[in-house]
């Protein structure tokens, strides 16, 4: 089983910064990409970066060139440095883990969600 455990939100005043972080844990598995998405209130979860193992990274269009997202294979760890933050950035934020287990099945696993929220 795996758990996902984030770390790193907040409030911050528009033009700031937040790191996020998202720790997996658990055995029998393999990651193959982990990333963050975002839902803000009313709307749907939507992605907002990933990276894969082998280092492939997918932003959606508004965060590119303000956010950069990070892997620490080792720890099964996923970073998110938002910079340049705007109020269109609140939503929560969840950590993804996109996997296979031992049986090879693919799996998703999400994290709880963290309060992002960005003050005009």
């Known amino acids: 089983q795996v758990q996902l455990v984030e770390s790193g939100g907040g409030l911050v005043q528009a033009g700031g910064s937040l790191t996020l972080s998202c720790a997996a844990s658990?055995?029998?598995?393999?990651?193959?990409?982990m990333g963050w998405y975002r839902q803000a209130p009313g709307k749907q979860r939507d992605l907002v970066a990933t990276r894969s193992t082998g280092g492939i990274t997918n932003y959606v269009d508004s965060v590119k060139g303000r956010f950069t997202i990070s892997r620490d294979n080792a720890r099964n760890t996923v970073f998110l440095q938002m910079n340049s933050l705007k109020p269109e950035d609140t939503a929560v934020y969840y950590c993804?883990?996109?996997?296979?287990?031992?049986?090879?099945?693919?799996?998703?696993?999400w994290g709880q969600g963290i309060q992002v929220t960005v003050s005009s």
């Open positions: 993804n883990l996109a996997g296979t287990t031992a049986w090879n099945l693919p799996f998703n696993s």
């Open positions: 658990g055995s029998g598995f393999r990651v193959n990409a």
